[in-house]
């Protein structure tokens, strides 16, 4: 029987010169859904929390209610939802109920209107309540939450978030507009390992939800953990998963600096997971050298599977053959040049902000290159404007800094046809 999942672990070079010591190893760790395997599928638990504070009056609100509304006729029977509103208080509009009933449903979306304040732990805190209702195990838990301006009580949001990362529930976090924080938005979301996502113009809203849903009703593995166990010397300087969207992941460090663990969440049926480990490598002689073990650990519901693991071993050669230490993986390089993209744009607007105008064009310019190489269009049309508009004001305004901000956390896939 073929394996319901695959691990391919690729470094940017195969081979390392002999006696030198803290070499970086790049290493790309693809986790693959068999596509040739039935894996069934999961019920969904979709929590919707939108922001009803007055400044969302009129095309923002009216859009959202839409957007929920498609949402609600897209879900099947046996999906779970509940909707939240939220101002200086939150409001259940659907509590937390099976989506058989579509008209009941719509007609209490239809209801939601504008109140003043924004206080969106309140509406955070509500939704996990409500969600908490359908059983969280063996669903696919999603929260979007949609928000135009800033909030009190952004130590509570992140602290929320921090506490549902153990329970399962990935929280996509949108903004809309000039006004919120893309900050705390964006800590939300990669702590949950959801997406961040910055929209222009409210036409965008019914979108962004419909993809959060795709991706959802897409995910046919679960609970997905995977152990780094470097070898001797070895050390794990870090982790990101860099595909379907950047997170930097934060391990869980065991065994005294021998176990590095991370939460992956779901696999979707469609798409690889891809994870950048950064290593430092130790100086050795000659030869082949195993330089990690990679675990991971993962539930196919649908196919009543609870405890399965996939792992694989990863060597390097040491060599003296300079022509050989050479020789990089571009795909690999590919990838890590995403991170480093998206570590160029925070640099530059963080650079900006001290006035450093010369050091965040440098920067900007550097990232425009690699998304331009990569064929990430969207955002080097995004840096493009940032730049030009550095040059023309020396400020970054707020939709750009949000723009390419969220931007950058939307990786490509990169396909080996076209890696040169």
Excluded at 169 to 177: Q, Y
Excluded at 271 to 294: F, N, W, Y
Aim: hydrophobic residues 40%; proline residues 3%.
């Amino acid at each position: 029987m073929a394996a319901e999942m695959t691990i391919e672990c690729k470094l940017a070079r195969d081979y390392a010169m002999i006696n030198v010591e803290d070499t970086l190893g790049y290493l790309l760790i693809k986790a693959v859904p068999n596509s040739s395997v039935q894996l069934g599928s999961m019920p969904l638990n979709i929590g919707v929390v939108i922001d009803v504070s007055r400044s969302m009056k009129g095309r923002k609100l009216e859009v959202a209610i839409e957007a929920t509304k498609l949402l609600v006729s897209s879900l099947q029977e046996q999906d779970w939802l509940s909707v939240i509103t939220f101002s200086d208080d939150a409001q259940i509009v659907i509590p937390a109920v099976q989506a058989s009933d579509k008209a009941t449903l719509l007609a209490a979306v239809g209801k939601i209107r504008v109140i003043n304040g924004t206080r969106m732990f309140h509406g955070m805190e509500a939704s996990i309540r409500e969600m908490r209702k359908s059983g969280l195990p063996n669903k696919i838990n999603r929260m979007i939450l949609l928000t135009d301006g800033e909030t009190e009580g952004e130590e509570r949001c992140r602290i929320i978030a921090t506490q549902e990362r153990s329970s399962d529930i990935v929280i996509s976090a949108v903004g809309i507009g000039k006004r919120y924080n893309e900050n705390l938005l964006s800590e939300v979301a990669d702590t949950t390992l959801g997406r961040f996502s910055h929209l222009k113009s409210p036409e965008q809203i019914t979108e962004i939800f419909q993809k959060e849903l795709s991706m959802a009703a897409a995910s046919v593995i679960s609970d997905v953990t995977m152990d780094v166990l470097p070898g001797e010397g070895v050390r794990v300087e870090s982790l990101d998963r860099v595909f379907p969207n950047s997170v930097r992941l934060q391990p869980i460090i065991e065994d005294n600096g021998r176990v590095f663990k991370v939460d992956l969440g779901n696999l979707t049926k469609d798409d690889p997971t891809i994870i950048g480990a950064r290593l430092k490598l130790p100086s050795a002689p000659a030869g082949r050298v195993k330089i990690t073990r990679i675990l991971l650990h993962y539930d196919i519901p649908g196919l009543g599977i609870t405890g399965g693991t996939e792992s694989q071993d990863v060597f390097i050669e040491y060599t003296v053959n300079q022509e050989l230490c050479g020789q990089v993986d571009r795909e690999v390089v590919s990838y890590f040049n995403q991170i480093n993209a998206q570590n160029l744009i925070e640099e530059a607007i963080r650079q900006t902000r001290v006035g450093n105008i010369d050091e965040a064009t440098q920067s900007l310019s550097q990232a425009q290159a690699i998304t331009e190489k990569l064929g990430n269009l969207p955002l080097t049309q995004d840096i493009r404007e940032a730049l030009d508009e550095l040059e023309a004001k020396g400020i970054l305004s707020p939709e750009n800094v949000k723009t390419i901000k969220a931007g950058s956390r939307q990786t490509v896939q990169v396909k080996k046809s076209d890696v040169k």
